[in-house]
């Protein structure tokens, strides 16, 4: 060959011999990687934190090409907790008896426990949100309890409908658009509201069920009784206090609301239904209202969101004046009472009823933010921020500060529109049985 | 009993090896190291000047003598024209044709009568490349039966000679030579030559009349709708087939011999008044400047007169259908179509032209783009897959879902090697089956195919040599490429592909973005005959062609590609559907 | 030069666009809301406009020498003197601007998929592309770049539109961010940002004969301007300030926001393919304009010699900051508030001293008769 030819091959030659004493640094088999796929961090001893994490078995998850697996969540996940300064020590640490090397970027949810929550979970978040491996759609959790409440949850996780503990966190978290009772929490959003001076972050709610078999369910733990109702709703619990026995024993329900970085209360999920609604992210759930003609019966509507709410800021003398404008739709899901709201005359009694409802619930919970909690979790700030030029300004009117003494309107919009199958309810017709 | 005692003997006793001669292959006079004791007597004077020179010259000497023996025949061998004497004809082509030995040579020696002569004459031609009976018919009969008539004019030779090429030998083509080359040439391929004593000249007619395949349906472009004429091997059928389809005398067929021995016949297509003149000169003087013995295929030609060889994609297209000849042809393109080859080659080509089969032009507007969707996604899968496969499930683990990701950890649990290895394997192991598969005899042909991919794909899972994910990406690496409609492109991709993983191995996406900004360099580079390869994507011509890559309805197609620099660039009016026109006028009224 | 490379009016667009428009992935987003907080989209387009003025000012100056590149005019205004000091210092802004964004891609990928590896051995992907694609001349780079800038804007317009969802307009109050001052007059010298427009001064003599280089520079201002400002809009309207300010990787974080269902999280690194071709058709382009201007400066006949010491200098360059934070430090603070000296100054200087020499000549030559 010309020398041309021969001058370029061994310079090709010599760079692809370079290359292969360099080496593929940053090669890593998928075999040689193991997946945690929950943290928890509860409070350790000394400034130390102690870290839970729950790994993934794939052999187990997947079940391979020969049949089995499916189901059996138990087998498919193995825990570890060890005791750090600070988060990538105890990666450090967990690497050093773990044979594979830790891959964070399966990371689904970060599970705080309560009291390191009250504490202030800054230093934690920060350094997560740094990390390049940590995904940001991971939901960020509270474990309710004393002590090490996330290990504790987490090892109480134990998926039944699927083999890959993953996909269990993962479809549990986001089902808050049909349900209601918890939000996005995401890692992004948290870290986004806690450096935000016009919104406060918020996590979920999670605990263990407190019950073991149905004769021990009770309603103590409601706060049916705080809001005046003589019976408890669906929504008025927290995670932990719901009335259910079964073999999955995590609930998640509610609301934990931070001020900064500390936490400083929990919302039920009643409440929850109503801060999703604020935002403007309530999909859609099923309500029960209190019957308003009959005492003791309630009606059942499917609740959606349609319309964005409209809300206001005002300042008159020095205090916020916030009015909210909250539109839902419904559909009628089941009169107890058999009382023919359907009709074109009594539909607007319900209506009102609804809507009252609402209003009240949404009194209480925004009174509860700024007096009790003193946080904006529904983010007025943003309609605050709007009236600013610089950024100048609106730092030095210090929002923040102002909320707790702000005042509270809302006006609740409720409009029925189906009334599903059946347009009345005709009572059963039979003889009064053993009454007289 | 006296047979087992002599195979004892035989087995025991030994015995002297038979003396075999083996075959060495002798070198040649020129060469060969002579012994200076055998010594002829010329020799002996210059053993003097020094035993190498002697060798040297001895053999130099030894050469001239053997060509002095054979001085006798001097004349004949030298001789060039066609001579008068007959007998001198005919010893010259018995030397030249290795006449008895060669075989299938046949040497007629017969008498043509004219008038009350007797001229002797003599036919010579290649059994079995020769059509028998127009032998007898057109020449034999009239020259041995027929030649009694009168002959009105003058008795002389040059009459003669003009009487027998003009009225006699009736045969659609007859050659009139006097060179013994040209006669010899025609015989090669099939015709016969026709000597006659007192006449220096010979004829040379074309009675080609060998085996030879029919025109058959497509082997390897096959369409659903379309017309299902291939190529076959002989060049006039060849050009006719093309001729047929275009039917127009601005369609030049040059006529260009390759080859100093061969001197195979090949014809350079091309529309007169629409093909580019400095093009059709390019190639012409391409086609011309090739010096070589044998050519036998346009495989070999299109390695001859491509601009790189080492680009990896072709820069000819070779087709073996006659109607995408004619409508390239009719773009303003060239074509190259050779004796003794059912592929044709058409130059220059762009990128899109690998993208296209013939069906495209067929069927209606929409399905021809899905299909072009098709097989670009196609190519894309056959480089780019494997690589893509390495890169993110080294490198980039984040990207993969969770549950995919604990499904190919737990299959590759168990798997000894690392993922590149493994698909090199798995590579290796579909290329060998590809290549196995053409050589298997047809009873097992089929079957092989089926136990190559599933059952050996499957036991190498089973096995835990491979992990199963890995066998459906190279299974679909495999039928994407075989979804690409050029067959030398596909080759191509075959050989970057491991390009690719390798890249990939080395430096994840980087690596192959790496790999893809330079191949687009290099493609973006390549001429094929002086258009550029990436045309039109690459310079952005100017006229809005159509038929790029979406291709657009064919009432739409107005212009001739740009890059081709035609002479003529409308195709179409701009209203070619008239029908339309006249019917809103009718409306009107 | 050798041979006569001639490309059209479309190729020219598109590298002068790359030129511009690779600082959007890099960090521009994150660097305008540095600068002026939440109004950095305001900030984009009113730098968008006033390069387009300025750019309008110059080109009414060059329509006396069309067909003639800014070293031909030096050349014709003051001589061999002039041709060498401004080509030098072209070659020399242009080198450093290369070799910190180099190390800056480098970086970059860096943190999103390398973590372990070298420097030297990504930015060595990075060299070997810069070589090979430059050693083929500039034609194949330009088609290239005309066929590999739409997958980029495809890529670009993914990110933008699927992050959509997490508009919030909040985000973007207050309006004036930081103030009008910091705007209007602080982000005077982010004019910088169009510094890569000077390359378009070189072209003429490619363009074969096209003698509207003014169209072709409004026209790619105008789609930059708006490539930018509506990249920096989505960037801000999904991270508030100041937030946004803090993100080493603006583009990165943003694509890193794309979530649909189960399926479609975390596909950032397919942009990784995306932003290594926009990354290695800059540097290729850059480099390659370094070397013509240089070749063209000193009238040198060939320049493939001269690709691997430059290579080799670039490389040299870009390695010596010590960390990503200084490399960040020299892009913003640095280079971008002096870049637009070269790139608007020198023409304009040049352009006006030509005019008067040229008018000077043309009295010289009225009054000799």
Not at chain 2, 225 to 253: C, H, M, W, Y
Not at chain 2, 495 to 507: E, K, Q, S, W
Not at chain 2, 521 to 527: E, G, P, T, V, W
Request: hydrophobic share 45%; proline share 4%.
């Amino acid at each position: 060959m010309g020398s041309k030819t021969k001058k370029s091959f061994t310079v090709l030659l010599a760079f692809i011999m370079s290359f292969s004493v360099t080496g593929c640094f940053d090669k890593r088999e998928i075999d040689d990687l193991v997946n945690p796929i929950a943290i928890g961090f509860d409070k350790g001893s000394n400034h130390s934190v102690r870290m839970t994490l729950q790994i993934a078995i794939p052999t187990k998850v997947a079940g391979g090409g020969e049949g089995g697996g499916g189901g059996g969540g138990e087998e498919s996940v193995s825990y570890t907790t060890v005791e750090a300064p600070s988060i990538y020590s105890g990666l450090n640490m967990i690497n050093s008896y773990v044979s594979k090397q830790l891959n964070m970027s399966q990371i689904k949810v970060l599970v705080f426990s309560e009291e390191l929550a009250r504490e202030g979970i800054e230093k934690y978040i920060n350094a997560l949100m740094r990390g390049r491996e940590f995904r940001p759609h991971s939901y960020v959790i509270v474990a309710r309890g004393t002590g090490n409440a996330a290990e504790r949850y987490l090892r109480a996780v134990e998926p039944e409908l699927e083999s890959n503990p993953a996909k269990y966190y993962e479809m549990l978290l986001s089902a808050y658009t049909y349900t209601g009772f918890t939000a996005n929490t995401s890692l992004t959003n948290f870290y986004k509201n806690m450096v935000s001076e016009s919104t406060q972050p918020l996590a979920v709610l999670a605990d263990i069920s407190k019950f073991e078999k149905s004769d021990d369910i009770n309603m103590d733990n409601s706060s049916y009784q705080e809001k005046g109702r003589e019976f408890p709703l669906e929504g008025d619990f927290k995670a932990g206090d719901m009335p259910k026995v079964g073999t999955i024993k995590s609930e998640v329900m509610g609301l934990a609301v931070f001020n900064g970085s500390k936490m400083v209360g929990e919302l039920d999920g009643e409440e929850t239904q109503l801060q999703l609604m604020l935002e403007g992210n309530f999909g859609y759930s099923y309500v029960t209202i209190p019957d308003p003609e009959a005492e003791d019966y309630v009606v059942l509507l499917n609740i959606k969101q349609n319309r964005k709410p409209k809300r206001k800021v005002e300042i008159v003398d020095e205090k916020p004046h916030i009015k909210v404008n909250i539109y839902l739709e419904a559909d009628i899901l089941s009169i107890q009472s058999g009382v023919n709201y359907e009709s074109l005359e009594k539909v607007k009694i319900l209506e009102d009823a609804a809507e009252k409802f609402f209003e009240k619930g949404f009194l209480r919970m925004l009174k509860k933010t700024a007096k009790e909690f003193k946080s904006d979790i529904a983010g007025f700030g943003k309609e605050m921020k709007g009236k600013f030029l610089t950024w100048d300004e609106w730092t030095n009117f210090n929002w923040i500060e102002k909320y707790p003494d702000s005042e509270f309107e809302v006006d609740v919009d409720l409009k029925i529109r189906r009334p599903g199958l059946m347009l009345r309810t005709y009572p059963a017709a039979g003889t009064e049985v053993g009454e007289e | 009993m006296a047979d087992l005692k002599k195979l004892i003997k035989d087995m025991f006793v030994f015995k002297e090896p038979e003396p075999r001669e083996e075959f060495i292959l002798e070198e040649k006079e020129s060469e060969k190291i002579v012994n200076v004791t055998d010594a002829h007597d010329e020799t002996s004077e210059k053993k003097k000047k020094g035993s190498l020179r002697n060798l040297f010259s001895k053999s130099a000497n030894s050469e001239k003598k053997d060509s002095e023996s054979g001085k006798e025949s001097n004349n004949t061998e030298n001789m060039t024209c066609v001579s008068k004497n007959l007998k001198e004809n005919v010893e010259y082509l018995k030397k030249r044709f290795s006449i008895p030995i060669n075989g299938d040579v046949v040497l007629r020696e017969f008498d043509i009568v004219i008038k009350d002569r007797k001229i002797p004459a003599c036919l010579i031609f290649y059994d079995g490349m020769v059509n028998g009976m127009l032998i007898n018919l057109n020449i034999l009969q009239p020259l041995m039966l027929l030649s009694n008539l009168d002959v009105k004019g003058k008795n002389g030779e040059k009459d003669i000679a003009e009487y027998i090429h003009k009225s006699l030998v009736t045969h659609n083509q007859v050659k009139v030579s006097h060179e013994f080359d040209e006669i010899v040439g025609e015989i090669n391929f099939g015709g016969c030559g026709v000597f006659i004593d007192g006449i220096d000249v010979a004829y040379a007619c074309d009675v080609k009349g060998w085996q030879h395949r029919g025109v058959d349906r497509p082997n390897n472009e096959i369409v659903i709708r379309g017309p299902q004429e291939s190529f076959n091997e002989i060049l006039r059928v060849n050009t006719a087939l093309v001729r047929k389809i275009l039917k127009d005398e601005d369609l030049v067929a040059e006529s260009i011999e390759i080859g100093k021995r061969s001197k195979t016949p090949c014809s350079l297509l091309y529309i007169k008044d629409i093909a580019n003149e400095s093009l059709v000169n390019e190639v012409r003087r391409r086609l011309q400047n090739i010096k070589t013995d044998y050519i036998f295929d346009t495989g070999e030609l299109e390695q001859y007169i491509e601009d790189n060889t080492l680009m990896s994609t072709p820069q000819i297209v070779a087709t073996e259908r006659p109607d995408r000849v004619a409508s390239m042809l009719a773009e303003g393109k060239v074509a190259v179509i050779m004796s003794g080859s059912p592929f044709a080659l058409v130059m220059p080509t762009t990128n899109n032209d690998f993208l296209q089969s013939a069906e495209d032009a067929y069927v209606r507007f929409p399905y021809a783009n899905l299909l072009r969707i098709m097989r670009v996604i196609a190519i894309f899968m056959s480089l780019l897959l494997p690589g893509l496969y390495v890169a993110i499930t080294n490198y980039h683990h984040e990207m993969i879902p969770t549950d995919l990701l604990f499904a190919i950890e737990a299959s590759r649990e168990r798997v000894p090697f690392p993922s590149v290895v493994e698909i090199i394997i798995m590579e290796f192991a579909f290329e060998l089956i590809r290549e196995a598969g053409l050589r298997v005899p047809s009873p097992i042909g089929p079957t092989l195919g089926i136990i190559g991919a599933l059952i050996l794909g499957q036991a190498a899972v089973a096995a835990n040599i491979v992990s199963p994910i890995l066998i459906i990406v190279v299974a679909v690496t495999g039928i994407g490429s075989f979804a690409i409609p050029n067959f030398s492109l596909g080759f191509s991709f075959r050989i970057l592909r491991f390009a690719y993983v390798f890249l990939a191995a080395m430096a994840g996406f980087l690596g192959i973005t790496f790999g893809l900004f330079v191949q687009s360099i290099i493609l973006c580079n390549a001429k094929s005959f002086g258009v550029p390869f990436m045309a039109p994507f690459g310079p952005k011509t100017k006229s809005r062609f159509q038929d790029q890559f979406f291709r657009s309805p064919i009432w739409k197609q107005e212009k001739r590609p740009d890059f081709l620099n035609t002479k003529d660039t409308q195709k179409q009016p701009k209203i070619s559907r008239q029908w339309r026109k006249s019917e809103k006028k009718k409306g009107k009224q | 030069m050798e041979g006569k490379i001639i490309f059209g009016k479309r190729e020219a667009i598109s590298l002068l666009i790359i030129l511009i428009c690779n600082q959007l992935i890099l960090g521009f987003p994150s660097i305008m809301s540095n600068s002026v907080g939440s109004a950095g989209w305001i900030l984009s387009i009113y730098v968008s406009i006033l390069a387009l003025c300025l750019f309008l000012i110059i080109s009414k100056l060059y329509s006396a020498f069309e067909g003639k590149d800014l070293l031909d005019i030096s050349e014709f205004a003051g001589g061999n003197i002039a041709r060498i000091i401004v080509g030098l210092i072209v070659v020399i802004d242009s080198v450093l601007i290369i070799s910190v964004k180099l190390r800056e891609y480098t970086e970059h990928i860096k943190i999103i998929s390398f973590t372990q590896s070298p420097v030297s051995f990504i930015m060595l992907f990075f060299a070997l592309g810069m070589i090979i694609s430059v050693h083929f001349g500039i034609e194949p780079l330009v088609r290239s770049t005309t066929i590999v800038l739409p997958i980029v804007a495809i890529g670009v317009v993914i990110v933008v539109a699927g992050s959509v969802k997490n508009f919030e307009l909040s985000n973007i109050m207050p309006i004036l961010g930081t103030g009008p001052y910091d705007i209007f007059v602080g982000g005077l010298p982010r004019l910088s940002i169009f510094s890569g427009i000077i390359s378009l001064f070189f072209i003429p003599p490619f363009m074969g004969g096209y003698k509207n280089i003014k169209k072709i520079g409004v026209l790619v201002i105008t789609i930059s301007g708006i490539v930018l400002t509506v990249g920096v809009l989505a960037y801000l309207l999904v991270f508030p300030y100041p937030v946004s300010s803090n993100n080493v990787l603006a583009f990165f974080e943003l694509s890193r926001v794309l979530e649909y269902g189960r399926f479609f999280q975390r596909i950032e690194s397919v942009f990784l393919l995306t932003w290594s071709l926009a990354g290695l058709l800059y540097l290729s382009s850059g480099l390659y304009f370094v070397i013509y201007v240089f070749s063209k400066t000193f009238k040198l006949k060939y320049y493939r010699p001269l690709i691997i010491p430059f290579t080799l200098i670039i490389f040299s360059l870009s390695l010596i900051p010590e960390s990503l934070m200084e490399i960040m430090y020299l892009d913003n603070k640095v280079i971008r508030y002096y870049a637009w000296i070269v790139a608007f100054g020198l023409p304009f200087v040049l352009l006006s001293i030509a005019r008067l020499v040229k008018r000077k000549r043309r009295g010289m030559a009225k009054n000799g008769k």
